[in-house]
């Protein structure tokens, strides 16, 4: 697991989805992305990468309607593989099965391609670069948006058989649709703890904790004021971040309480509706 991502830093674990069809996301998430199932009900999956470790969940309400567009929610999750090795072999992969994606770039701080589940919900799959490469200016990191090397990062994976994702993919950041700046950073950094470390002038922040480039992104893509998708629409139904101990979880929750948002059972919604379950 990255250092980035384990005490005594704060980071996110692990998200759950709606989805339309669970039997078409099984497979999709299983031939495409890679991951294995860890626990399935009639109505819900629990995918890993590890065969003990959740990273993704996903369900199947009885009234599902489709993905609201131009909503808060979700942008996209980010899957974390271990080097860029994997990633090439990841991309080698898709290649093979025809799978066609949205985007690629290279940030500097890391590499990646995007795509999307059969819901419409985005998916980032990245490798980081070396930390110590990373550029920093005034406590904020530079990343780019390069065109990334196909041809390069394949070559990385030394033609080895993909055989899914390796036991060390990790859930590596989140990237959420919200409705305001301001409300957005005092939330995740005076309610929850984190640091900003990317601004993209006024329509997009990213934060993290121990000098990582982003444990989670947010951004008004969608419209400033943008509204909450409906309950029972297709997207994100929570994501848990993880904290080193009880006492920061207790205390995040006091600070979060006195920012005038609720907290029931460690769990709080912020006003975009985003709902985030805060773990240890």
Known sequence: MSGFHQKPNTYVSELTLKVQ???RSIDFYQSIVGFQVLEETSTKVRFTADGTRAI????QPEDILPKQERTTGLYHFAILLPSRKELGKFIQHLAQMAFQIQGAANHEISEAIYFADPDG???EVYSDTPSSTWRWQNGLIEAENKSLDFMEVVAEGK???WTGLSPETILGHIHLHVADMDKT????CRGLGFEVVIRMANHALFFSTGNYHHHIGTNIWNGLGAPKPLDNSVGLTHFTIIFPDEETRIQVAANIQKLGYEVTNFTTTYPSGNKIELGV
């Open 56 to 59: 993704l969940t996903i369900e």
């Open 159 to 161: 033609g080895e058989t």
């Open 185 to 188: 950073e005092e939330f995740y």
């Open 21 to 23: 069809d669970l039997k």
């Open 121 to 123: 919900n985005g998916i």
